[in-house]
């Protein structure tokens, strides 16, 4: 995380010369900078007065998932365990990785499977055989109902669609080489968990707080560090927090199985999109040792930047940051320079997790806005989650 990010769109203050110096010799607009493009642009944050770098001209949204057909593929149907009709979702993301006709997917609800769907059940080798067809789409037969057939009348029926799932990491897409995105990856009883451990870790010493500088100048976000503490202002990771010598506390351990899960699942997509065995060439598997919780409020954002403040080691090896996003969806821009007229953009929603190492390890990203009442109702209902996104990222140091 680079401080010129935090910098620019966040405060209003003027950068000392050493910090604008550091960030120039890396390549990142100063404070300077960010005047002129503010003058140009004639674009100023109504709140702060600050410059603002965001440009207005693109939008993820529709381009999230085109409409494409499916066909000639040998589609594996998991029926029942979740509630959410993703079919279609699912579906367009294989044919984006031109996945190979063999290859299986899983979703969780045929209700709005198309009419050439879905042909010939076979016995499957589910959990649940009441609730689970397989199905081979060769344009015969009709789709069978899993309500008129199959349920055992010795079998208990669960009127309720068991969370439990199985997520497919072939649904996942590579955005780039090192650039890995999951939709929906995380359950959502798997976020309210996360969400408790957040609010009780972030309630407690060396929780959340809102970053400053020494000027007065605040971030736009609440920050809570986990195994090391991350200065914004120096740019410095150390074991005891920086304004108040409180240690960080420790990472979840069930925080690091989700990264451990994430990217065995990221390895199995590389291999199968980009046809490689060496995966770990492509993204380096960690095992996380910081992470920083941040926590916007519905107006709150981040300016493009570089992670640049891991160790040498760790960003020559492209050891990667694994993002987690909950609560509210954000627009999350990335791209190859700190532009965001030239910057890709892509909605992060909550349960979302988002990839970035190996040659992507530098990619420039931010967040552009919070998207106010995105979060699940679930989620608010069950966690009494604020208005606005919570955002993990994990690294190794
Ligand atoms: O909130 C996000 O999605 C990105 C956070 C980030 O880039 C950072 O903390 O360095
Ligand atoms: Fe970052």
């Not at 530098?362 to 208005?387: Q, S």
Request: positive net charge; charged residues 25%.
């Amino acid at each position: 995380m680079q401080l010129g990010a935090y910098r620019t769109t966040l405060t209003a203050a003027p950068l000392s010369s050493v910090f604008r110096g550091k960030m120039m010799n890396r390549g990142i607009k100063s404070r300077a900078d960010g005047n002129s493009v503010n003058s140009k642009n004639n674009l100023t944050d109504h709140e702060s007065g600050q410059p603002q770098v965001w440009s207005t001209s693109k939008s993820g949204y529709e381009e999230e998932f085109p409409s494409l057909s499916v066909s000639n593929r040998r589609t594996r149907i998991d029926l029942g365990t979740h509630c959410q009709p993703k079919w279609r979702k699912v579906v367009d993301n294989v044919d984006k990785l031109q996945i190979e006709p063999s290859t299986s997917i899983s979703h969780q609800d045929d209700t709005f499977l198309p009419t050439s769907f879905g042909k010939k059940p076979l016995p499957s080798s589910s959990r649940n055989p009441m609730l689970r067809q397989t199905y081979h789409e060769n344009g015969e037969g009709k789709r069978r109902s899993t309500f008129s057939k199959g349920t055992a009348i010795d079998e208990p029926f669960d009127i309720c669609i068991s969370e439990a799932r199985e997520y497919n990491p072939l649904t996942g897409q590579v955005l780039r080489p090192g650039m890995v995105l999951f939709k929906n990856y995380i359950p959502l009883s798997e976020q309210v968990k996360i969400v408790n451990r957040c609010r009780e870790l972030g309630c407690g010493p060396g929780g959340f707080y809102r970053p400053g500088y020494d000027d007065g100048a605040k971030l736009r976000l609440y920050m809570m560090c986990l195994g090391l503490d991350w200065n914004p202002q120096t740019r410095k990771y150390g074991e005891r927090r920086h304004h108040d010598q409180v240690a960080a506390p420790g990472i979840p351990h069930e925080f690091t199985s989700l990264v451990r899960r994430v990217l065995d699942d990221s390895h199995t997509l590389i291999k199968r999109v980009l046809k490689t065995e060496n995966v770990e060439d492509v993204l380096p598997a960690i095992s996380p040792d910081l992470c920083i919780v941040n926590f916007y409020t519905t107006n709150g954002r981040l300016g493009l930047h570089q992670d640049t403040d891991e160790s040498p080691d760790s960003l020559l090896k492209g050891f990667p940051v694994v993002s987690v996003s909950i609560g509210d969806s954000a627009e999350f821009l990335y791209g190859d320079q700190r532009d965001v007229g030239k910057a890709e953009s892509v909605l992060l929603k909550s349960g979302d997790v988002l990839i970035f190492g190996g040659e992507s390890r530098r990619i420039f990203h931010g967040v552009k806005t919070i998207i106010p009442d995105t979060a699940p109702h679930a989620l608010l209902d069950a966690t009494k989650l604020r208005p606005g996104r919570l955002n993990l990222t994990f690294r190794k140091y």
